[in-house]
């Protein structure tokens, strides 16, 4: 269960923001009997997001006690920071669309662009290093 928590807070996330908002009565906001919540499935890949958004900074902030043998700390540390910045793009993608409505068509696509190469690198690098997510 993604839970609301002090870096999806930096983002400027609220606590009654989906999908931490609780609806009494709604059916989708209830454990079902295999212990899930459906508001969590509703978009999957944004629950996910968040999860693994505030496990990465709260991994790099507190447990950077050893890192990949083939990297130095600080490279560690710049890949941590990538895939950190890939999920928190994923999560602010409205507030940036937000922002960027004033600008013209091609200012948008250069910025969309952009974003998107660094969500995919930073995905790659996600799946590249899963395995050295451990201290």
């Known amino acids: ?46 629950s996910l997001s968040l999860y693994i958004y505030s496990q990465l900074c709260y991994f790099k902030e507190n447990c950077l006690f050893c890192y990949p043998s083939e990297l130095t700390l600080e490279q560690w540390e710049d890949i941590l920071n990538k895939m950190i910045e890939a999920f928190k793009l994923m999560i602010i993608e409205d507030k940036t669309f937000e922002q960027t409505m004033h600008l013209g068509v091609k200012e948008q696509k250069i910025i969309s662009k952009n974003k998107q190469k660094k969500i995919n690198y930073g995905l790659r690098l996600f799946i590249k290093y899963f395995r050295d997510l451990w201290y």
Do not use: C, Q, T
């Open 1 to 46: 269960m993604v839970k609301y928590n002090k870096y999806l807070k930096e983002l400027g996330l609220k606590e009654d923001d989906y999908p931490f908002n609780v609806v009494e009565g709604d059916s989708r906001y209830i454990e079902d009997e295999d212990g899930f919540k459906g508001n969590e499935f509703f978009s999957l890949d944004y």
